[in-house]
């Protein structure tokens, strides 16, 4: 008897070296079913050579993983049968049309030419290629592209998702298609795999966030839990006029605000541990200086904020206490 898997993946140590360069350097990753990790980093963190990994494109130096229960190096076969890559250059054929691309690939995986054919028509109308559905593949832009190739792996439901930068050169509205067919998939309890650039996407999207910097996970958590790491909320005031800033900053240091000047951006800020009422006391210090900001109010840091400064620390072993 087969005992169905508890996680979609559970790798250890995995490692990968291309001669002198260690694109990954014994990186430990679990992934739940029904959740969304985000895999953060630079470029040349190590993020494609982790997917590459994990879809058998590629083998690991050392360190292992498994795959829907099954070993990424000696089944192959098995893991391929369990996932589905949209990996970061779109694999589409030029000469086909997309709804082309579409039926083939539904035929190829397995399902029938009518099914084939059904699926690939709803899936071009949920991503916006219906009217460009009959013309080859060749002539659409690079957002087109990706979105065809995104549909392509939605056409099977598989246990095990990857989406390699799936929204890098889609325009905003393509964007948030792209975001809900995520949400849906994982409501269907998939288990899916998302490398960003986009910090919003991942705090968007992602259960988990692990944050990758020279091949070496240096920190995981929650997105929020990331965020706290890099500080809590904090005020924040824009003022018309460089001129005002340090006065700005002075009349909140004298109501009791550890405040800072930030002059190229026009702004001060201070920690809020007590968020609205920081926030009342910053506006009625301002307005005791005669000074009215532009724009003033409450600011959790960013994911950018905090993967700039946890992929900058370079610290390994500091997971944050997270979940
Ligand atoms: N086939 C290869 N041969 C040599 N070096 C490689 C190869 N593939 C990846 N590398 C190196 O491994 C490191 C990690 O690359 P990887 O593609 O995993 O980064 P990434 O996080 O996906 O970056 P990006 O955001 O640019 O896609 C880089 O230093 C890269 O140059
Ligand atoms: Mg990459």
């Keep these: ?6 996680r979609a993946v559970v790798a250890s140590g995995l490692t990968r070296r291309f001669g002198d360069v260690t694109a990954l350097d014994g990186v430990d990753l679990e992934i739940e079913f029904g959740r969304v990790i985000g895999l953060l980093g630079h470029n040349g963190a190590g993020k494609t050579t982790t997917v590459n ?29 369990s996932i589905a890559l949209a990996g970061q250059q779109a694999t589409l054929d030029e000469l086909l049309t997309g709804r082309e691309n579409l039926v ?19 899936l071009l109308e949920r991503f916006g290629l219906a009217d460009a559905a009959d013309r080859v593949c060749g002539g659409y832009s690079g957002g087109m592209r990706r979105r065809l190739d995104l549909a392509a792996c939605l056409l099977v439901p598989r246990p095990f998702v990857v ?39 991942a705090d968007r999207l992602a259960d988990r966030v692990v944050v990758l910097a020279g091949g070496r996970v240096v920190a995981e958590g929650t ?7 890099v500080g809590g909320r904090r005020v924040e005031a824009i003022l018309s006029d460089a001129a005002l800033v340090d006065a700005a900053r ?11 000047a930030e002059h190229r951006l026009c702004t001060v800020s201070a920690p809020a541990p007590r968020g609205s009422l920081d926030l009342e006391a910053a506006l009625e210090a301002l307005r005791g200086a005669d000074i009215e900001p532009v724009e003033a ?23 944050v206490a997270a979940s």
């Design 1 to 6: 008897m087969t005992i169905a898997p508890q």
């Design 53 to 81: 990994i994990l879809t058998t494109l590629l083998l690991p130096t050392d360190g292992r993983a498994e795959v829907c229960g099954h070993d990424v190096v000696r089944e192959p076969a098995k893991v391929r049968e």
């Design 104 to 122: 083939l690939l539904g035929c190829l995986l397995g399902l029938s030419r009518r099914d084939a054919k059904a699926r690939a028509a709803e």
């Design 163 to 201: 989406l390699d930068e799936p929204t890098t050169g889609l325009d905003p509205a393509s964007r948030i298609e792209v975001w809900a067919a995520v949400r849906e998939l994982v409501d269907d309890g998939t288990a899916l795999l998302l490398t960003t650039q986009y910090l919003e996407e």
């Design 223 to 229: 997105p929020s839990a990331m965020k706290d790491r």
């Design 250 to 260: 002075d009349a909140l240091v004298a109501a009791g605000l550890d405040a800072a």
């Design 297 to 319: 109010g409450l600011r959790r840091p960013t994911l950018d904020d905090a993967f700039l400064a946890l992929a900058g620390e370079q610290v390994l072993d500091e997971a």
